[in-house]
């Protein structure tokens, strides 16, 4: 079988014609992963991030807003034990003073 100058030269030309399709199809798809990549890291990286710092506030704010209710609980409970001790102070008082209380009276 004799090749001929024009044979040779399109089967060395689809060859490197090939060659160039693939090397240019391996910068692609380098690039694109790298530029897929770099950017999904990025997001990723921030996610979590914002979540954990997000977490944090949550928490501290519910802290304090536990502890803001707790100190009023305990206001409140002080003050309602103020009352009913200084009310059985009244009702002693009266009791001394008058002798026995009648319903009408308490």
Do not use: C, H
């Not at 040779?8 to 380098?30: D, H, Y």
């Not at 409140?76 to 009648?102: R, W």
Request: glycine share 4%; charged share 20%; no cysteine.
């Amino acid at each position: 079988m004799k090749l001929y100058f024009s044979q040779i030269n399109r089967i060395v030309g689809k060859t490197l014609i090939k060659i160039k399709i693939n090397f240019a199809l391996e910068i692609f798809i380098g690039i694109f992963i790298t530029s897929f990549l770099i950017p999904s890291l990025l997001i990723w990286i921030s996610y979590n991030l914002v979540s954990k710092i997000t977490i944090k506030n949550y928490i501290s704010r519910y802290k304090f807003f536990s502890q803001v209710l707790e100190t009023s609980l305990i206001q409140l409970e002080g003050n309602a034990e103020k009352i009913m001790f200084n009310t059985a102070k009244v009702i002693a008082y009266e009791d001394e003073k008058k002798g026995l209380l009648s319903k009408e009276i308490l």
